[in-house]
């Protein structure tokens, strides 16, 4: 039999002991690495308006199934005349519980320029806080075609001020782009422009992939603006401009989502036809 002198002895055994150790933490580790690479996504409740305000609770609970975490919604009393009347009778607090029932949670909301106002923004952010919100969102200032620069940098200045009424209650206000942000007044890109007015710690932007179709990457912008994001609406599109499920369009993901952190985005919510929503979850989830 090999004789193992005392010093050979104690080294193995620490060897031993450390690798146990080492095994039995493993799994925590993966775990825990598992946990924070995961990456909740959303979804834009005007996508299935019509199948919300039919049957709420259910058309959540189907969401959450196809692999959603997040529900980004609108306010029943700025959009009640254009899809969300049926949540005006109901209590905050019941909003809140039905969306946590299904599986979701609710971050994020779109409001009307007007629930921005100084007569009523306090009764929005009441709201807001009842209801969970970390983020208030202005979905558009609702200027007409023939809007002048001008127009929309003073009601930039507006959306400034109720914003620090907003960082008062401990949220963060946002503004969502549409195409029209991406025109140009007097020489300048309206986009452009606005990112200069707002004030960038209390006014973050919420970036709409579907400028693609005007030659718009959210990717340049979340690298030329960093930490100006607080979350973005995902949609795909092909080079003729047909809608199609997340992947499979022109737009590049992982750049995108790269991008993305050094934007300073933190939740991603998808926003296209219900047909597309399914694929469009489970292609991010292999990212």
């Given at each position: 039999m090999q004789k193992i002198n005392r010093r050979t002895f104690l080294t193995k055994t620490t060897m031993a002991v450390s690798a146990t150790m080492l095994l039995s933490q493993l799994p925590k580790q993966i775990f825990a690495a598992?946990?924070?690479?995961?990456?909740?996504?959303?979804?834009?409740?005007?996508?299935?308006?019509?199948?919300?305000?039919?049957?709420?609770?259910?058309?959540?609970?189907?969401?959450?199934?196809?692999?959603?975490?997040?529900?980004?919604?609108?306010?029943?009393?700025?959009?009640k005349d254009i899809g969300f009347g049926f949540l005006v009778d109901m209590k905050p607090s019941d909003i809140r519980k039905t969306i946590n029932d299904a599986g979701l949670q609710c971050p994020s909301c779109h409001f009307g320029f007007d629930e921005f106002n100084d007569d009523k923004i306090d009764t929005s952010i009441q709201f807001a806080k009842e209801i969970?919100?970390?983020?208030?969102?202005?979905?558009?200032?609702?200027?007409?075609?023939?809007?002048?620069?001008?127009?929309?940098l003073t009601d930039a200045d507006k959306l400034n001020k109720a914003a620090e009424k907003i960082k008062a209650a401990g949220m963060q206000s946002g503004y969502h782009n549409h195409e029209m942000e991406f025109a140009q007044l007097d020489g300048q890109l309206i986009y452009d422009a606005l990112m200069k007015r707002f004030n960038p710690d209390l006014v973050k932007m919420q970036f709409q992939t579907e400028v693609i179709n005007l030659g718009y990457k959210a990717a340049d912008y979340?690298?030329?603006?960093?930490?100006?994001?607080?979350?973005?609406?995902?949609?795909?599109?092909?080079?003729?401009?047909?809608?199609?499920?997340?992947?499979?369009?022109?737009?590049?993901?992982?750049?995108?989502?790269?991008?993305?952190?050094?934007?300073?985005?933190k939740n991603f919510f998808v926003e296209m036809d219900l047909k597309n929503m399914k694929d469009s979850a489970t292609y991010i989830h292999t990212l």
């Open positions: 598992a946990k924070a690479n995961e990456m909740p996504i959303g979804f834009q409740s005007w996508a299935v308006k019509d199948m919300l305000g039919k049957d709420f609770q259910g058309t959540l609970k189907m969401m959450a199934d196809m692999g959603y975490k997040l529900i980004e919604l609108c306010s029943p009393q700025g959009y969970g919100l970390s983020q208030m969102i202005c979905s558009s200032f609702g200027l007409s075609k023939t809007a002048t620069l001008n127009d929309y979340f690298n030329k603006y960093h930490g100006r994001f607080i979350s973005s609406h995902l949609s795909d599109w092909t080079a003729d401009k047909k809608e199609v499920p997340i992947g499979q369009g022109v737009i590049n993901w992982k750049e995108f989502f790269a991008a993305a952190k050094t934007g300073g985005v």
